[in-house]
């Protein structure tokens, strides 16, 4: 079911969205901080269940289990395990880098770019080799993942789901010039 709206007039219902979501970014900021204590921006957006999806000309909003559904089936064939549902709550920077997890809240927030750049520019992490690398950065497709082991790596799909895959079995369509170990 898609949610859509075509003018900008605010509703006491959507006064009241947007007052709640205001109140939960507050309450949920954090400082954040690379390993050696370079100041990481970020945003916090509340996790309402509803939320952006294709800001095209309709801008249309979709449900958790909409997101869900739709990334579920990206890669069939692939080696694909999802481990959470979708969330707005944290991107895939959050997660591989700064350690967001849904079990605690008070870790969630969103890293844009460049700002996740932030680890390796001062050097928190250094490029290694694929087999020793605990992170992975697609740099300029934008998108990082955490090894777990081998070619197995874990990675928040923006808004969508948190999934268990392979290398280069994602949505961003990354090759193996694209990886930054």
């Known amino acids: 079911m898609k949610y859509s709206h075509k003018s900008f007039s605010v509703s006491l219902s959507q006064g009241l969205f947007l007052f709640v979501f205001f109140i939960a970014n507050i309450a949920n900021a954090h400082d954040l901080e690379t390993p050696r204590g370079e100041t990481v921006l970020h945003s916090h957006y509340a996790d309402t269940g509803v ?3 294709d800001q095209g000309e309709g801008d249309d909003y979709y449900t958790r289990a909409e997101w869900t559904a739709w990334s579920d089936n990206f ?7 999802r481990l959470d549902s979708a969330s707005v709550a944290y991107n895939c920077h959050a997660y591989a880098w700064a350690g967001a997890r849904r ?3 008070s870790t969630l927030c969103w890293i844009y770019s ?10 928190s992490y250094k490029e290694v080799s694929q087999n020793i690398a605990t992170h992975v950065s697609y740099g300029g497709i934008d998108h990082s993942l955490l090894r777990e082991s081998g070619n197995t790596m874990i990675s928040k799909w923006g808004e ?4 268990r895959h392979t290398l280069y079995s994602d949505p961003y369509g990354a090759g193996p010039g694209d ?3």
């Open 160 to 163: 969508l789901p948190l999934y």
């Open 51 to 53: 939320w952006w999806g």
């Open 103 to 105: 079990s605690d809240p």
């Open 179 to 181: 990886a930054k170990f």
């Open 75 to 81: 890669h069939q064939g692939d080696y694909i395990a």
């Open 114 to 123: 460049p700002n996740d750049d932030k680890y390796w520019e001062d050097e």
